[in-house]
């Protein structure tokens, strides 16, 4: 067991990357960053908590990844370039082991995405975890999710219900060598950010919205929040080929649609900037699909086969009660 001093230099103060718009980082009561004229600032935050979140047990390395993962992906979803992050870390015990596991899961991803680790918190208690992200945009640029109009084509990164899949295999539908393999359980414990492709959506796709809850459920409130519908297409979707053999196609599309923790965008785009849109994504290794077209009309409705397909399953929520 090391004191908190002692986790806090070795695991995270030495590991954190540098950046020259740092200029005071971890170890004194507050970071310090410099801003840079002409842009906006944009922070998010997200705690994942065990038991609701992720099962007991997970990896350590996996939850240091996916912390900052679910993070990233909500700067994605405006556009933004990240630039710091800050860490508040709730443990039942300070084992080095663990948190050097964690640590190393996190700081690879941060590495990746060139954001720093400024500072944090270090805290006996239930497993949780709360990131909190600062990135930028041109002033001005953020993509919001208010911004879909009727006639805007309604687009999707990657594959949807890889996650849920995944976490079905790992709650007992699968034994442990076949969660060992799995790209679906892998799709759970590690999420990609879509931050590159988010940032490259600025200046072209009008709302854009990233989707933790399942799909059907964040697409509504993106339009909802735009005050318009739209007409979609569940064969644009791209089941994952692992989930529809395990689970049959009926059970792979219903986690695509009410599934959560995939971490993909899903954005709209005008008309005049659709072939803008199919050149800029022509390179992307996730892959990009137009599941449909928002309408005047505000209902959200599928189709499947041509038939519309309505979806009883709501998506994840926290709370459910009477008087909300
Ligand atoms: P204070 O008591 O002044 O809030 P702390 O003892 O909590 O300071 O933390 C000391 C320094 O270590 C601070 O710079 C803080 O931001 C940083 N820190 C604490 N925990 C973490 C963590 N999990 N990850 C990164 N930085 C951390
Ligand atoms: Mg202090």
């Given at each position: 067991m090391m004191d908190e001093f002692a986790l806090i230099e070795k695991f995270f103060a030495r590991r954190a990357g540098?950046?020259?718009?740092?200029?005071?980082g971890i170890g004194d009561d507050a970071a310090v960053t410099r801003v840079e004229p002409g842009f906006d600032l944009v922070i998010a935050t997200d705690t994942i908590n065990e038991g609701t979140h992720f099962p007991p047990g997970t990896s350590a390395h996996a939850l240091g990844h996916r912390c900052l993962a679910v993070?990233?992906?909500?700067?994605?979803?405006?556009?933004?370039?990240?630039?710091?992050?800050?860490?508040?870390?709730?443990?039942?015990?300070?084992?080095?082991?663990?948190v050097d596991a964690f640590?190393?899961?996190?700081?690879?991803?941060?590495?990746?995405?060139?954001?720093?680790?400024?500072?944090?918190?270090?805290?006996?208690?239930?497993?949780?975890?709360?990131?909190?992200?600062?990135?930028r945009v041109p002033a001005d640029t953020?993509?919001?999710?208010?911004?879909?109009?009727?006639?805007?084509?309604?687009y999707v990164t990657g594959r949807f219900g890889c996650a849920a899949a995944g976490l079905a295999m790992l709650s007992g539908a699968a034994t442990a060598a076949e969660q060992e393999r799995s790209e679906l359980v892998n799709?759970?414990?590690?999420?990609?950010?879509?931050?590159?492709?988010?940032?490259?959506?600025?200046?072209?796709?009008?709302?854009?919205?990233?989707?933790?809850?399942?799909?059907h459920v964040d697409l509504s409130r993106m339009l909802h929040a735009s005050g318009v519908g739209a007409m979609l297409d569940v064969e644009a979707l791209q089941l994952p080929v692992e989930s529809v053999d395990r689970f049959g196609r009926a059970r792979a599309l219903g986690f695509a649609l009410?599934?959560?923790?995939?971490?993909?965008?899903?954005?709209?785009?005008?008309?005049?900037?659709?072939?803008?849109?199919?050149?800029?994504?022509?390179g992307w290794e996730c892959g990009v699909a137009r599941i449909g077209r928002a309408g005047r009309d505000r209902e959200v409705r599928w189709l499947d086969h041509g038939r519309v397909r309505s979806i009883d399953e709501p998506g994840f929520r926290h709370f459910v009660t009477a008087d909300l």
């Open positions: 540098a950046r020259d718009d740092v200029r005071l993070n990233l992906s909500d700067l994605a979803a405006m556009g933004a370039e990240p630039l710091w992050c800050t860490l508040a870390l709730s443990i039942p015990s300070g084992s080095a082991d663990w640590a190393s899961g996190f700081m690879a991803l941060a590495d990746a995405h060139e954001i720093a680790l400024v500072g944090g918190d270090t805290v006996r208690g239930p497993t949780s975890i709360n990131v909190t992200v600062h990135g953020a993509i919001r999710r208010d911004g879909v109009r009727a006639g805007d084509g309604i799709r759970f414990l590690y999420p990609a950010p879509r931050v590159r492709e988010g940032r490259a959506l600025v200046g072209i796709a009008s709302a854009m919205i990233d989707v933790s809850d399942g799909l009410t599934g959560g923790d995939d971490y993909e965008l899903c954005f709209a785009v005008p008309p005049d900037r659709e072939p803008e849109l199919d050149r800029v994504t022509s």
